[in-house]
């Protein structure tokens, strides 16, 4: 028997012709043939959906015996097969019971037919065909409903957006894998273009227009999606003409509304480009309901007008193009204090990074060597600095001053205050806060974003004072968390044991929240003596670890050295290890390196400025980066300061001149003590033929 098989369609509607010829000596002579023709038909017209590798076909005899087993593999890429299968008959006219099976890629059984009845006739060549119906038995054949999962979509012409639909059992579970029909019901306005995907493409009619999604066992969902008109214009609402910093981003975003039948579009992709070296905070743009789509622009590095052009996606003649202007990036300004006893101004004065734009923005007269330590607010609007009004008896008040110079104000006069800082958000002012010389305390005052002039006057809180009472002694250097801007660590000393040990701190701004960091106090890892901090903390920028400087009172020389520690309190290791008095530590802006100062003056040596690896354990990462070869010991060299450039590229400290004056200088950060006097650059006054100058405490980042 052979068996012919026409018009296999694996991946659309199945439409399965077969003729069967069957040949049979011993039942009806030599040549004797029979037929029979089947017409394979499909309960779901949807039944296309489904990719079939192969037909399996099996024919069984009355008495139920297995006459026939094949299947045939469907050719890659063919929409048809032809099936010769032979069987031999025992009998004329035999009777056989047909099977047949619709086998998926993945070696599922898709659709099943049969079991139906066969006759081989041998009087007609052309036997009326069979009806052959067959079923969807695959994944989902259990399916009692499916539901549209994507709701009010918008298409514009020519746009393709991807429906979803999931099939559900008789509990509402989604059943994965299951196959969905996607049809519209009007073509002109929306098409599946693949109907097994739900990929729809809009049409060029407008309007609203119902897909459905079926399951190929019947149950379906209807929903709406609508057709709307090509886009025509591109319309600029906002953010054309700026300007700003090469490099930053502009204040204003770009808008842009597109519009076709002079109304807006919703769902148009809009495509932001630049040739300029510039980027965007998103460079492609789906349109809301009111047909407006808009981004942040980030100009690139060159000076001058720069263009962005922004074009509808698929509509490239729809388009419209926004200008800007990069100007120059500001340069950012060192802030220092400075005396002069030759009649030079005094005060407090900002400088560019080369020596230009000096200029005296507060006038302090007298000032003398005192503690101003001006600091930059985070936008650079403010400084914040102490002086003691000119009357020496009186405290060290904290000051703030508007950039400029032209508005000031005393916040805090009732105490004397030192080394203030800005909270990283710029709300909150901390300083260390004491009676005279006597500096014990961290003090915050809480908001300092007023006007300058109605700020309210000694309304601060005293921080530290929230640690336990047998913790209240010693010195008060703290640094804000970047991490957390309304908070601030600090050390305090026991106050009652011997020898003393330092602990490290945290609390908000107002005193709350108080935590140690330290179970027990500050033990120096390599031998577990006793430590206290003496000066300054700075948290790494990413506020991950603390660097300070630190003495233990049981060494025969109590050397100050670097240590850092984690923010949780753990991983307490030294930093520094040459000999000196080490302080003032600073974490570069990356946070892998730390510039200080060290002190030799005692042994006959200078004050130097150093740095150091963060990864330094035994001393070998320590470069000095000065040679001033000048020994003071007559004044405390803290006092000095010293900072990073913003960019961390560069360094600002004081040096000293032959004469002995404390002149600001600027170094790059590759500097060594060799090359410190060639690379070294004046950035502050200069000297003052008429007397001794003094600039110092210089400042560069907020």
């Known amino acids: 028997m052979t068996m012919r098989a026409k018009r296999v369609r694996p991946v659309l509607l199945f439409a399965l012709a077969a003729v069967v010829v069957v040949s049979c000596r011993d039942a009806a002579g030599p040549g004797a043939t029979g037929y029979f023709a089947l017409a394979p038909s499909f309960a779901s017209a949807a039944a296309g959906i489904v990719e079939i590798a192969q037909v399996r076909v099996q024919l069984f005899r009355a008495d139920e015996s297995l006459a026939l087993d094949e299947t045939v593999t469907v050719p890659a890429g063919a929409d048809s097969l032809a099936l010769e299968l032979t069987v031999r008959l025992r009998e004329p006219d035999e009777v056989f019971q047909m099977f047949l099976d619709f086998i998926t890629p993945t070696g599922d059984t898709a659709f099943r037919a049969g079991p139906v009845d066969v006759t081989a006739s041998s009087t007609s060549t052309e036997p009326v065909p069979i009806e052959v119906n067959a079923i969807y038995v695959g994944v989902g054949a259990n399916a009692a409903s499916v539901a549209v999962t994507t709701t009010g979509a918008t298409l514009i012409p020519g746009q393709t957006k991807q429906l979803s639909a999931e099939a559900r059992d008789d509990q509402g579970q989604p059943i994965p894998g299951t196959p969905i029909a996607w049809a519209s019901l009007d073509p002109a306005r929306a098409t599946f273009p693949d109907p097994a995907v739900g990929s729809v493409v809009g049409g060029t009619t407008p309007g609203p227009v119902l897909v459905t999604a079926t399951l190929l ?5 209807t929903v709406s999606v609508t057709a709307q008109p090509a886009p025509e214009f591109l319309l600029q609402r906002g953010g054309d003409g700026q300007s700003g910093p090469a490099g930053s981003e502009l204040p204003l975003p770009l808008i842009v509304e597109v519009l076709g039948n002079d109304i807006p579009i919703e769902g148009a992709s809009v495509l932001f480009t630049t040739g300029d070296g510039g980027s965007f905070s998103a460079d492609s743009v789906v349109t809301d309901a009111s047909g407006r789509a808009q981004t942040m622009w980030t100009l690139g590095p060159g000076l001058g007008t720069q263009t962005t052009t922004a074009t509808v996606s698929g509509f ?9 202007t990069a100007v120059g990036l500001p340069v950012p300004q060192i802030v220092f204090a400075g005396d002069s006893s030759g009649g030079l101004s005094t005060g407090i004065f900002t400088v560019n990074s080369d020596g230009s734009n000096l200029a005296n923005v507060q006038s302090l007269i007298p000032l003398g060597f005192q503690r101003q330590f001006p600091r930059w607010s985070p936008d650079r609007s403010r400084i914040a600095y102490s002086w003691d009004g000119g009357f020496s008896a009186l405290p060290l008040q904290l000051y703030v001053a508007s950039a400029d110079g032209a508005q000031s104000q005393a916040v805090v006069t009732d105490t004397s205050t030192f080394r203030s800082r800005w909270s990283p958000d710029g709300v909150h002012l901390a300083f260390e806060c004491g009676n005279g010389f006597s500096i014990v305390d961290v003090c915050v005052i809480a908001d300092v974003t007023g006007a300058i002039g109605s700020l309210p006057a000694n309304t601060y809180a005293f921080v530290s004072a929230a640690v336990p009472a047998a913790w209240k002694a010693g010195q008060s250097g703290f640094s804000w968390d970047p ?10 000393d026991s106050g009652a044991a011997s020898p003393a040990v330092s602990m490290l701190w945290t609390a908000a701004h107002d005193g709350a929240g108080v935590q140690r960091l330290a179970p027990d106090g500050l033990l120096r890892p390599n031998d577990s003596a006793p430590l206290v901090v003496y000066g300054t903390l700075d948290y790494s920028p990413d506020g991950q670890q603390i660097v300070f400087a630190a003495y233990s009172p049981v060494d025969a020389i109590p050397e100050e050295k670097l240590f850092v520690i984690n923010r949780d309190g753990t991983g307490l290791r030294q930093l520094t290890f040459l000999a000196g008095y080490d302080d003032s530590p600073l974490f570069s802006p990356d946070g892998s390196e730390v510039a200080f100062g060290r002190d030799r003056c005692f042994a006959g040596g200078s004050y130097e400025g150093w740095i150091v690896d963060i990864n330094n354990a035994t001393g ?3 470069r000095q980066i000065t040679d001033h070869g000048v020994v003071r010991c007559d004044f405390e060299l803290d006092l000095l300061g010293g900072d990073w450039s913003p960019d961390g590229s560069e360094i600002v400290l004081n040096g000293f001149d032959v004469q002995g004056n404390l002149l ?8 060594t003590a060799a090359t410190y006097p060639t690379d070294r650059k004046l950035a502050g006054r200069g000297v003052d033929l008429g007397g001794f100058v003094q600039d110092i405490q210089p400042s560069w980042r907020p």
Request: aromatic residues 8%; hydrophobic residues 35%; positive net charge.
């Open 217 to 221: 066992t019947g149950p379906a969902d």
């Open 316 to 324: 490239t003649s729809v388009s419209t193009t926004f200008t800007a």
């Open 664 to 671: 600001i200088y600027v170094v790059p950060r590759t500097v």
């Open 620 to 622: 070998s990462l320590e």
């Open 483 to 492: 991490q957390n801007p309304s908070r601030l660590a600090f050390a305090r």
